[in-house]
């Protein structure tokens, strides 16, 4: 008999709402009743079946044996083409060589390789045992997408492969509804590392199509079909739904090389060996130099240490298109567009050649690898070769916020746009403060430095000035810390204010917010940074707000609510902007205050204007300084 499906009854079921209800001469609340009485049964025996399959199919597969890891395949399909390249990163297999193994395929493949759609792919995924079930050892882990649900990851994405309950269970999510974009889920896919009947197999996770026969099945892999029903534990053919994984045990057969192959083997074997002995020496040695070189190089080690995606410069050059596409360029380096071999977008940092060890470079590697975050930018791999440095990280459609401060986007951002994108870069600053093991301090926040998605979900990009220091230890060298005129806390450049640290990322956020809503403007900060000047700019948003005047650029079009969020955001941005970094906020308190209602807030208290007027007279000697150094970072 027929695999069942949820397709076959919901089918079932149309078909019973729309049996012919019978000629009765009652009343028509008579006639409802009738057949109300006539349909129910129906639907409860067909509601009893469905729950008769599902229960014996919950898609787990039984894993108690003494092996408790081991290497185990599952087979993958796409309702649409794709690529190999697009498989090996989704599922997060490390080379793509085992996945062409696997499906005996040459080595030689492309990753851009096509695959049609429906067509089965065999992956190779690490099995760990647990309880009596097998997963997938923490891989492969997804990014959750706009609309996307944990239904469409079960059934679309992966292929039906994993149970949605599964990965709602594993990952302990409460409120499937409450998903973020951003969000990294593992998708326990399910395996095995049990023997059959006391013979080592690697179990393949086969998907149930519609249609399908467990005989048919078990013929198109070799084996029994009663074998095959009891690794299941099922019964029979009509008690298998499709689109469900099925637990197929494929036999381990060494290859074998008949006699007269081994002898033609072992005769090239001993031709070739005299060559590759001499190959085999240059190499160890020059291995053997290269070795001792790097190890007294930390940085290098800190970069093997990395759980990153490592291209080489060449791949490098493939994905950009031999840098055809320019997005920015900036102090350290210039922004390429591109795209991996899966077609997903990119961009590539390509940093200018160093002569000396690449600490900027570490720095920004080993920051992003340790931050996963929805307002912070992905990284996605990296290039370590020679002199040649190159950073991959995600692709995000609408640039920089600077763009729509400045008018070169058409996109109008309203108060509520901006609000968002504000809460979502102190969220992200929050993470990096307290959200890490070790505190990162981004030490350039700035609009050029706050990306958008499509969506308009800001993200803080650019570590390249990030410096990492132990949350008990948060002050930092002067000497070590850079940033963008304008946006620079004053203890940066002037010692009257005390020592640089984290709270330097809550004042440079201040800045932000305060150009974002208008306080600051293009004319204010230039007058600010003035030596003419006497009046440091907080100095007349203090006035407009006892005066009861609009600081912000909105003019009287805007709502009573608009004009709270407003006003809120400007108190935030002064408190934050405090000279002295002690009575500034920490970030995990500046998103309680942008999250909070207007009410709760004070103003902050006013800045004193000697103090001001010294630093900005500082500012201004800083800035000639760096004044032919200084470009935008992208």
């Not at 080993?366 to 996605?380: W, Y």
């Not at 600077?402 to 102190?426: E, R, T």
């Not at 906020?585 to 205050?593: A, D, F, G, I, S």
């Amino acid at each position: 008999s027929k695999v069942s499906s949820p397709s076959t009854l919901f089918r079932f079921l149309i078909f019973t709402f729309q049996f012919p209800k019978p000629k009765l001469k009652n009343s028509p609340a008579n006639t409802e009743m009738e057949t109300s009485r006539f349909i129910l049964p129906l639907l409860l025996v067909a509601f009893s079946f469905l729950l008769s399959l599902s229960a014996q199919m919950t898609g787990d597969f039984k894993c108690d044996g003494a092996t408790s890891t081991c290497r185990s395949l599952v087979g993958y399909s796409s309702k649409n083409a794709t690529t190999l390249g697009h498989i090996q990163t989704l599922f997060f297999v490390e080379k793509l060589h085992s996945i062409l193994e696997a499906n005996n395929l040459p080595l030689s493949t492309a990753p851009d390789n096509r695959v049609n759609p429906n067509q089965v792919v065999r992956i190779p995924i690490p099995c760990s045992c647990s309880n009596g079930t097998g997963v997938s050892n923490m891989v492969p882990i997804y990014t959750v997408k706009p609309g996307d649900t944990l239904f469409v990851m079960a059934s679309e994405i992966f292929g039906a492969l994993v149970r949605f309950e599964k990965i709602s269970e594993l990952n302990d999510i409460s409120d499937p509804s409450l998903l973020v974009v951003g969000q990294k889920l593992w998708i326990p896919l399910p395996c095995s590392c049990d023997k059959l009947d006391g013979q080592e197999v690697v179990h393949y996770a086969h998907v149930v199509k519609l249609g399908s026969y467990l005989g048919e099945i078990a013929a198109q892999f070799g084996m029994d079909i009663k074998t095959l029903a009891r690794l299941n534990g099922i019964s029979g053919d009509t008690e298998l739904l499709a689109d469900y994984p099925l637990d197929v045990p494929l036999r381990v057969v060494p290859s074998a090389l008949s006699r007269g192959g081994k002898i033609g083997i072992a005769l090239v074997g001993g031709l070739l060996g005299l060559i590759a002995v001499g190959v085999i020496i240059f190499k160890a040695l020059s291995l053997h130099l290269r070795k001792r070189e790097n190890s007294h190089n930390p940085r290098y080690q800190n970069l093997k240490a990395l759980q990153l995606k490592k291209y080489s410069y060449a791949e490098v050059k493939k994905i950009t298109k031999s840098f055809s596409c320019t997005i920015g360029k900036g102090g350290f380096g210039t922004v390429y567009g591109g795209n991996l071999w899966d077609g997903r977008k990119v961009a590539v940092k390509i940093l200018k050649d160093f002569k000396s060890n690449g600490e900027d470079f570490i720095n920004e590697v080993a920051s992003m690898s340790q931050t996963s975050h929805v307002n912070i930018v992905s990284l996605l791999g990296f290039c370590y070769e020679g002199s040649k440095r190159a950073i991959v990280y995600e692709y995000l459609e609408n640039g920089s916020l600077d763009q729509f401060l400045s008018k070169k986007n058409p996109l109008d951002l309203d108060v509520n746009m901006l609000y968002g994108i504000a809460l979502g870069v102190a969220r992200g600053l929050e993470y990096l403060h307290h959200g890490c093991k070790t505190r990162i301090v981004h030490f350039d926040i700035k609009p050029q430095n706050v990306l958008l998605d499509d969506n308009l979900c800001p993200k803080v990009s650019d570590f390249g000035l990030a410096k990492l220091c132990e949350k008990r230890e948060s002050i930092l060298s002067l000497l070590d810390t850079r940033g963008t005129i304008g946006y620079i806390a004053p203890e940066v450049f002037s010692r009257l204010y005390g020592r640089a640290s984290h709270k330097s990322d809550v004042y440079s956020y201040g800045m932000l917010v305060l150009e974002m809503i208008g306080a600051r403007n293009k004319e204010t900060a230039e007058a600010a940074a003035s030596n003419s000047s006497s009046t440091y700019f907080p100095d007349w948003i203090y006035k407009d707000l006892e005066n009861g005047e609009h600081t912000w650029k909105f003019g009287d079009e805007i709502t009573k609510e608009e004009e709270e969020i407003a006003k809120k955001m400007i108190l935030v941005g002064l408190w934050c902007i405090q000279p002295s970094p002690s009575n500034r906020p920490q970030m995990n308190r500046v998103v309680e205050m942008m999250e909070g209602s207007l009410d709760a807030l004070e103003v902050p208290p006013k800045p004193s204007m000697q103090m001001s007027t010294t630093a900005l007279s500082e500012s201004s000697c800083l800035s000639e300084v760096k004044s032919n150094n200084s470009e935008e970072l992208i």
